[in-house]
DNA sequence: ATGAAAGCGCTAACAA
DNA sequence: TTGTTAGCGCTTTCAT
């Protein structure tokens, strides 16, 4: 290539990486030849010489679920604005592949790894503080020692069954999971409890459903199951929408109407949901912010290699966005 | 790393890559000042070397859609079978960025391409024989000189509209796209009137109906102005379920039951569409398949690389899930 | 069974 | 402004 133009191997880096001396006339010569040859930078060597890859890591359970390819989404725009590519890990939510994602980097696969740990708790997060980035998202892992971004379980739940109080629900069913770890369940468990305290309305440890998983099928046999059993309710407040969606499926099934003897909300406000018969009331966090600052952390602890001097925890907005399921006038988006 | 060992850098390259040739004792001293540096292979120095980056990329206009995330996970994981790792592209459906995905791999970032096209169309064909491996998905582009992985599009349309006309529907609406170019909405449509003509049914363009895009909006919205048009329909085949799902929204805004006075049915069978309410109908192609066939069919190219003597077609098969939305009997999944 | 030499294609540092 | 030198860490080839 640097004969083809009858300059060294070094102008045309200069000219392919837009530096500034270099005249005209070389530039012209250089991109002439560079059309003429169809000619690519060949990334593996410039990787290897530079010891960055220009490529982070994403280890999320698995890409095909509304939820996490909205976060992948969301991160690969992120990522593209800061002129990163995003290498997609599935993890199946095993702790075991969570850590096998960490020495992907280790390997120099990737510059730095956003994890989002679901099956690593946070008697794990010293295992991350290792030679390369990590930036943590999820609920397992907070305050350190290593960089998170979260949402705002607590307030956001607490909103969510605050608002089916005030329409006027007074037996109000949690659907999450196990709520003995820290995590997406217990911070909402929290905040619907609190919830429940402001109004001054008792806890019934009964309405506080489990689930094992969070997908469609689990929030279906949860609400049979719950309509069955007789317990009598009026709301419902799911952790995440796809169990909500399940939920909705499953109180059709044992004839139960909503909004009218039961109201439903879910958190994360797929696009989906709105499209639901009835539409979903949910939480709306703002994913596109959360994806934004993961990505400039990373970045920042990638081009910074000292370790830093504190671990930053941010934590997203969230606001609610009110359908059919609680109430609501709206029917799908017009 | 080889002198911590006390070898040569020869011998701990052997050993990483389970070469026959290494004493027990040499293996077992290297694996030791591995474990105990912690040490990792440099991939890029190692992708440098080896003219070979073990990732394909994977160009789709969105990961955010419930069908290219599954499509991408169908993928990573038929990828992961055969040793390799995905590097996702979002394309955003148009032409030039699908060309954009080209040139990475050229850029030897991926050891070769699957391209699902959807803003590259036939004449675009020839620009993909280029110089590295590249499989096509989708509909737009088929017959060579490219290999290709696709769908059973007119057969599975007919069998879907056939089962319509089985379930008694006589006016039976089609949702598509542009039907001027070859893609999936052309060859939906051709077997949407296969369909009506095995049955001796007359076609009505009105009832033929076009979307700009395959949004949820879509769907709601074509559904809401077909019940205003007034024109009389008791069937609906999408050529989508994202579009079906917005169909039955649509149609439960303007207050029409399903599958009472009018039946639907999709196209994808997505997880989501058996939690409906009503659940969806749906033609399933054998997503696994797909992913299957481009992955190996890609690695083959790979590994030898001669151009390919002929181009390879390979179609999925499919079946019908047969739901509430067209008077099937099941509810959700127990 | 192990090692030495060479070089993949690029760019940082320095020289001209 | 342009070129020279060196080396990133690995593996192919050939020698021992």
């Known amino acids: ?50 010891g960055r890859t220009g490529t982070i890591g994403l280890a999320l359970p698995q890409i095909d679920s509304p939820y996490y390819s909205r976060l992948a989404s969301c991160v690969i725009a992120a990522a593209g604005r800061h002129g990163l590519r995003v290498g997609i890990e599935q993890t199946a939510a095993t702790r075991e592949s969570e850590l096998d994602a960490l ?106 459903r489990r689930v094992a998983r969070f997908g469609l099928e689990d929030g279906a046999r949860c609400a049979r199951e719950l309509v069955a059993g007789g317990l009598g309710f009026d ?17 059709a099934d044992s004839g139960v109407p909503v909004p009218g003897r039961v109201k439903v909300i879910g958190f994360d406000n797929l696009a989906e949901s709105a499209y639901l018969v009835p539409s979903l009331s949910s939480v709306d966090p703002d994913h596109d912010a959360m994806a934004e600052r993961a990505v400039a952390l990373l970045l920042t602890r990638i081009e910074q290699h000292e370790p830093p001097p504190r671990y930053e925890e941010f934590v997203s907005g969230f606001t609610l966005a009110i359908r059919e399921s609680t109430g609501g006038p709206q029917g799908a988006p017009r």
Chains 1, 2 share one sequence.
């Open 1 to 50: 290539m640097a004969n083809a133009a009858g300059v060294s191997a070094m102008t045309v880096s200069n000219v392919i990486n837009g530096h500034p001396n270099v005249r005209q006339a070389t530039r012209d010569k250089v991109l002439e030849a560079m059309a003429r040859l169809d000619y690519r930078v060949n990334v593996a060597a410039r990787n290897l010489r530079k």
């Open 103 to 208: 020495s992907l980097s280790r390997n120099r696969l990737y510059d730095g790894l956003l994890l989002s740990a679901v099956g690593l708790g946070q008697t794990d997060a010293e295992r991350l503080t290792v030679d390369h980035p990590v930036v943590v998202l999820g609920d397992r892992i907070t305050g350190g020692p290593v960089d998170h971004v979260g949402m705002p379980n607590l307030e956001a739940s607490r909103a969510a069954v605050g608002h089916l109080i005030e329409r006027g629900c007074r037996r109000i069913v949690l659907v999450c999971g196990d709520v003995d770890e820290v995590d997406t369940s217990s911070l909402r468990h929290a905040g619907y409890r609190r919830a429940l305290s402001d109004a001054g309305l008792p806890e019934d440890p009964r309405l506080v």
């Open 235 to 251: 709301g419902v407040f799911c952790v995440t929408d796809t169990l909500a969606t399940g939920v909705l499926r499953g109180l």
